[in-house]
């Protein structure tokens, strides 16, 4: 699947979707969080336009509506989403590391975990 470009808002809704593995477009709209809860219509409006870049798909119907079920993992979308924040840097991580250490956004935890990753990166996916 070609990198497809969600908004803030469609990302929640896939949210819903990764949570839930299958939802209709009343249990999305339910589960959305926030001040100010959008309307069925503007999640049915959404839900249909992920359905266009084949982000979700219909699964089945039930009575008179339709359960969708999330085509693209979180992982994928996760992965857009941080090209694209890089991408604002220039390509470049450390001005993204310096903020995440600077908020204290970055542990110890996710340091260990970025080594690993990073060895395992350079062994070309082999453990050692």
Same mark, same amino acid.
């Given at each position: @699947?070609?990198?497809?470009?969600? &908004?803030?808002?469609?990302?929640?809704? @896939?949210?819903?979707?990764?949570?839930?593995?299958?939802?209709?477009?009343?249990?999305?709209?339910?589960?959305?969080?926030?001040?100010?809860?959008?309307?069925?219509? &503007?999640?049915?409006? @959404?839900?249909?336009?992920?359905? $266009?870049?084949?982000?979700?798909?219909?699964?089945?119907?039930?009575?008179?509506?339709?359960?969708?079920?999330?085509?693209?993992?979180?992982?994928?979308?996760?992965?857009?989403?941080?090209?694209?924040?890089?991408?604002?840097?220039?390509?470049?991580?450390?001005?993204? @590391?310096?903020?995440?250490?600077?908020?204290?956004?970055?542990?110890?935890?996710?340091? $260990?975990?970025?080594?690993?990753?990073?060895?395992?990166?350079?062994?070309?996916?082999?453990?050692?």
């Amino acid at each position: @699947m070609a990198a497809v470009r969600l &908004t803030k808002f469609e990302m929640e809704i @896939m949210e819903a979707l990764w949570a839930k593995g299958e939802a209709s477009i009343r249990e999305i709209q339910e589960s959305l969080q926030g001040r100010k809860r959008p309307g069925y219509t &503007t999640v049915q409006k @959404m839900v249909y336009r992920l359905e $266009e870049k084949k982000v979700l798909r219909r699964v089945r119907k039930v009575g008179n509506f339709h359960l969708f079920a999330a085509t693209l993992t979180r992982k994928s979308a996760q992965r857009r989403w941080v090209n694209d924040l890089l991408a604002i840097f220039g390509g470049e991580s450390r001005p993204v @590391m310096a903020h995440l250490i600077g908020a204290g956004k970055l542990t110890l935890e996710d340091i $260990e975990f970025a080594e690993q990753a990073l060895k395992k990166a350079n062994l070309g996916g082999k453990e050692e």
